[in-house]
Structures are given as C-alpha cells and as structure tokens.
C-alpha cells in the first residue's frame, strides 16, 4: 500500500513523540511492505516564529493533499503573550475546522500492565474499556464573538457558545454508530440543568436514539461525570459529548489508564483526511530532556492504520508490541512506580520498534 502522511510536530515534546510515531510507521512499512511517505509541515508557536502565524499556507495544503496527519502538539510559555489570534492553539483550532474535523475520538482502556501506575484502585480501574467522542468544530472554542469588551464603563469579556443542530447531530449520531460495534451503550453528557445549548443536545441525542433500538441512551451531568468517572468509570461505554466538555473529561479519563501520555486520539470529517494526535499538549515542564512517554503518540499512529488505511493487522500488530514492552516492565518516568527505575522517550519508541520487526529481544 502507498500512503502519503503528513506530520506536523509542533512544539515542545511534540517533536519528540512525532519522530517516534514516524519511526513506527516506517518499521511498519518495512514488515508489511507498504510505501509510507512523509512530508512536515510546520505549526504552532515554531511557525509563528518563522512565519508569523501559527497555521501557514502551505501546511494546510499539505494536509489537504495527504492520506492522513500526524500531528505531535502545539503551544508553550515562549507564546503564551502572543495577542490571541497568533496564538499556538489557534494554528490546531484552525487546522480542525478548516478540515472539518468535527469528531475526535478519545479511547480510554485499562492495561493489566499499568494498573500500578493510577492513582486509582486496581478494583475501580479494572476493565474500563471507555471511548470518548467529543465534539471538535463548535461550542465555545469557536463561537463569535470572543472578546474583551466595555459595558456600563467595567472593563468585561465575552465568550459565546454556538452550536448548530447539525453539528450536534452528526457527533451524536456517530457515537450510535460507534456504539452499535461495542457495548451498545452511550452516555451523553452535558450541562442541561443550566445550558440552553445543553437542553438543545439532550434533545437531539433523544431523537438520533430512535435510528438506534439496538443503542440503550443515557443522559449524564458533567460535574457528576466527572465524579463518576473516577468512582465507576466501568459503567461508561460511549461518551459522547461538546468540545470543552469533552476536552477536560478526556484529560481526566487518561488517570483510569495511568498516564496522559498514553491517551491517543483520531479527528474525523465526512471525506478526509483525518488527524490523529495524542490527547496531551506539549508538556513544556519535560519539553527537550528525551523523558515524554511516546506511546500517546505511537498508539494514535496505530489509529491511523486502522481508520484510515483499513489496516487491522498491522493496527493490531503497533497495539501488541506497546503491550509487550509494558509487559516487560519498560516505563517513562510518568508510568513509572514512585522511584522505579525508567527509560527515555528514544529507548522506548527504539524498544516498541524491536518487538515489531522481531529482531531484538527485549531487555
Ligand atoms: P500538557 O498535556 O502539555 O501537560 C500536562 C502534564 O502532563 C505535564 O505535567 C506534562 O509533563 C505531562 N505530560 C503530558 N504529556 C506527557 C507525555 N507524553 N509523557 C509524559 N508526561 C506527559 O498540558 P499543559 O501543561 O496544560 O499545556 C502545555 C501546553 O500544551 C499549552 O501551551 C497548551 O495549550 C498545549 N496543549 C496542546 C495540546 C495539543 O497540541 N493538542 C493539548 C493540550 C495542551
Ligand atoms: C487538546 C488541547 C487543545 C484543545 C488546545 C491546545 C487547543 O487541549 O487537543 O485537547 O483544547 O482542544
Ligand atoms: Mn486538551
């Protein structure tokens, strides 16, 4: 198989898990025999430095001529004074809605292996087999306007959260769809004891429940999801619900697996191409000392040879030796037991590749 892919690393630990995903895919490549090519583009607060914007051209571009994208993160403290509109965040808000990315898929699982590595009980985390869809190109990400303003002489700010009926539908109606291939259940979670746009989203999860007899519907509080996703995360099967919601409910969701640089993602439209990028951000704390953990990002790679190149096979083949390296008890410090000894972000994507091609053994 031929397949063009576009990465974009981005910034901070961003580069340091897109080389180890590309890696991967290359080992693929070379085991199964297909043809991976791989063009960069820039983004985030490295494009800002060069071109002044955060999201140039060319880089969507690419992206529009590829099969899929890679992309690593974006942001960091050298940017976090640029005015708004420059901003590292703004270059992925705008890739996602130029690409008309308006599904992100977030799957949380539970790995035998990591159980130590959650602040949580084995007994609560045991099992959680949990898929997020959060809604990617609306909510307040997106709505107009957003601004500091002046009323009544006050200095005040204003945020707006706009949705449309379509929008919300198509997320929702994809998460059926999803639930339909697992355990048949979603719960969509929202704010509709306060949101307009909440009580707007209950309705229309209600109305595409009817497409599904075969899907049992549940409706969830955020501020009790939040909760119960930490005391009974195995009731969840799929999540589904809006962009900020589900941003915050993911990153909390990464503790039932043990670490956030664990958590992979795909971003899906109607036609492609997708992205798929890891649910962490650029970890400045860790940025450039070779200690993110890079699996996020590998696994995410894994996604992409499933959803978008069909390729089960090898999907599951990524998925195995990731396991297999957990198995043997190979860590970066953020899964890690306290003072346990850990590896680098290179040992372990080298360590993930030798388990693929099958010509080292692990140490
Ligand atoms: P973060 O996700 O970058 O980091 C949160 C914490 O998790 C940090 O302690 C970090 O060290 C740790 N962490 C994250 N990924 C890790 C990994 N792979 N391995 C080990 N530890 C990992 O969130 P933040 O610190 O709130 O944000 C930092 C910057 O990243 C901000 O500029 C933010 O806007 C940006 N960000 C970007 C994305 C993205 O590009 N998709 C996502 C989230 C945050
Ligand atoms: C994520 C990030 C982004 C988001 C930021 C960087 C815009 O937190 O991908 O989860 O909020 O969507
Ligand atoms: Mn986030």
């Known amino acids: 198989m031929n397949k063009r892919i576009a990465v974009l690393p981005g910034d901070g630990i961003g580069k340091e898990v897109a080389k180890g995903a590309v890696e991967i895919l290359q080992a693929v490549g070379e085991r199964f025999g297909h043809q991976f090519s791989f063009a960069y583009g820039k983004i985030g ?23 899929a994208i890679l992309l690593g993160a974006v942001g960091g403290p050298k940017w976090d004074q640029t005015p708004a509109h420059i901003r590292p965040e703004k270059g992925l808000l705008k890739l996602r809605k130029d690409l008309n990315l308006y599904a992100n898929l977030r799957p949380t699982m539970y790995y035998e292996s990591l159980a130590d590595s959650s602040p949580l009980r084995k007994e609560v985390i045991q099992e959680v087999d949990m898929l997020i869809v959060r809604e990617l190109t609306g909510g307040l990400y997106f709505g107009k306007p957003s601004e500091r303003v002046q009323h009544n002489g006050e200095d005040a700010v204003v945020d707006t959260l706009y949705y449309e009926k379509a929008e919300m539908y198509r ?8 639930a339909r291939d697992r355990n048949k259940r979603v719960t969509s979670i929202d704010k509709a004891n306060v949101l307009e746009s909440s009580r707007m989203w ?38 589904v619900t809006e962009n900020m919601f589900g941003d915050i409910l993911s990153d ?38 070779n200690m993110a953990n890079p699996l996020a ?11 978008s190149f069909g390729l089960e096979e090898e999907a599951n083949e ?10 043997a008890g190979i860590r970066t410090s953020d899964i890690a037991s306290f003072g346990s000894p850990h590896t680098s972000t290179s040992k372990m994507i080298d360590e993930v590749k030798a388990v693929l091609l099958d010509n080292e053994a692990i140490m």
Request: glycine share 6%; hydrophobic share 45%; charged share 25%.
């Open 252 to 289: 909390e969701a990464s503790v039932l697996t043990g670490s956030l640089g664990m958590l992979p993602s795909a971003s899906l439209s109607e036609n492609g191409p997708f992205l798929y990028e890891p649910i962490h951000g650029s970890a400045p704390d860790i940025a450039g000392k």
């Open 171 to 178: 997320v929702i109606k994809l998460a059926f769809e999803l």
């Open 202 to 239: 209950r309705e229309i999860a209600e109305e595409v429940a009817k497409d599904f007899p075969d899907v049992k519907l549940d409706h969830m509080l955020v501020d009790n999801a939040a909760m119960q996703m930490v005391m009974n995360p195995k009731r969840f099967d799929v999540v």
């Open 45 to 67: 607060g490295e494009s800002i430095d060069e071109f002044g914007t955060p999201l140039p051209d060319e880089t969507i571009q690419l992206c529009k001529e590829s099969d």
């Open 318 to 327: 990524v998925e195995r030796a990731v396991n297999q390296v957990l198995d």
């Open 297 to 307: 990002m590998i696994l995410s790679a894994a996604m992409m040879l499933r959803v």
